[in-house]
């Protein structure tokens, strides 16, 4: 184990749909991430998180809204989503704000109808 | 910003034989490559990494070696087990640029007994 739990590990979903994706780390990490993972393509960035307070957003729609209410705690709010944000979403963190090395969960496998 | 090429996509290798992955970045300021692993229904888990200010880092069986000059970074797998079958994923990352990884495409390796 990581010390990254991800839940749920599955969600099918339909357009109109509200759900969330719920992210927990064990390992006393200060900083976290959400990540997208497409089949072909580099995980992409989409959030950071840094003690709480969200320190980067790389021109994700508004349709997904993320969640930082304590340092062990990161939540991914979706809502009207499209099919083609079907992907893996995979949860991460970090010791510090400026330290490379992630620890992921093993991610929610999203599917949008 | 930063792109960083992966190859091969694919590689198949017998067990017991060597196998090596190779990332072209092409931020010149890039000072951490790692290289993370990721096995089926898991998230991606950091198994190397090295620092510009070294040429090469073993780790028993894995070692990779960076060419700052050319820009390339490797990944080599000796002696290769059915269970190093897995994807495997290079980043580069320039300190003071922000939290994001910039993560190649992905090799998919199977090792076949």
Redesign the interface.
């Known amino acids: 184990e990581?010390g990254?739990t991800?839940t749920p590990r599955h969600l099918v979903m339909g357009m109109t749909n509200k759900k969330s994706l719920k992210c927990e780390q064990h390992l006393g990490h200060n900083?976290m991430?959400w990540y997208k993972q497409s089949a072909?393509?580099?995980?992409e960035?989409m959030f950071?998180y840094s003690l709480e307070e969200r320190?980067?957003n790389?021109s994700v729609p508004s349709r997904f809204s993320p969640e930082c209410p304590n340092s062990s705690h990161l939540f991914l709010h979706l809502h009207t989503l499209q099919p083609e944000d079907s992907a893996l979403y995979?949860c991460?963190s970090s010791h510090g704000?400026?330290e490379?090395?992630?620890?992921?969960?093993?991610?929610t496998q999203l599917s949008v109808l | 910003g930063e792109n960083?090429e992966q190859h091969p996509s694919t590689l198949s290798v017998q067990e017991g034989d060597s196998a090596v992955i190779k990332c072209t970045y092409s931020d010149s300021a890039s000072n951490?490559f790692?290289w993370?692993k990721q096995e089926l229904?898991?998230?991606?888990?950091?198994i190397i990494?090295i620092r510009s200010n070294v040429g090469e880092k073993k780790d028993q069986r894995i070692a990779v070696t960076l060419n700052k000059t050319a820009k390339h970074f490797s990944l080599h797998i000796t002696e290769t087990q059915p269970e190093d079958s897995a994807v495997y994923?290079c980043a580069a990352?320039r300190?003071n640029s922000?939290?994001?990884?910039?993560?190649?495409?992905?090799t998919s390796l199977l090792v076949t007994p």
């Open positions: 990581t990254v991800q900083a991430y072909k393509k580099p995980l960035l950071v320190v980067e790389n995979l991460a704000t400026g490379e090395k992630l620890f992921f969960g093993s991610g | 960083v951490y790692p993370y229904g898991k998230g991606p888990q950091l990494d994923f990352h300190a922000g939290y994001a990884l910039n993560f190649g495409k992905g």
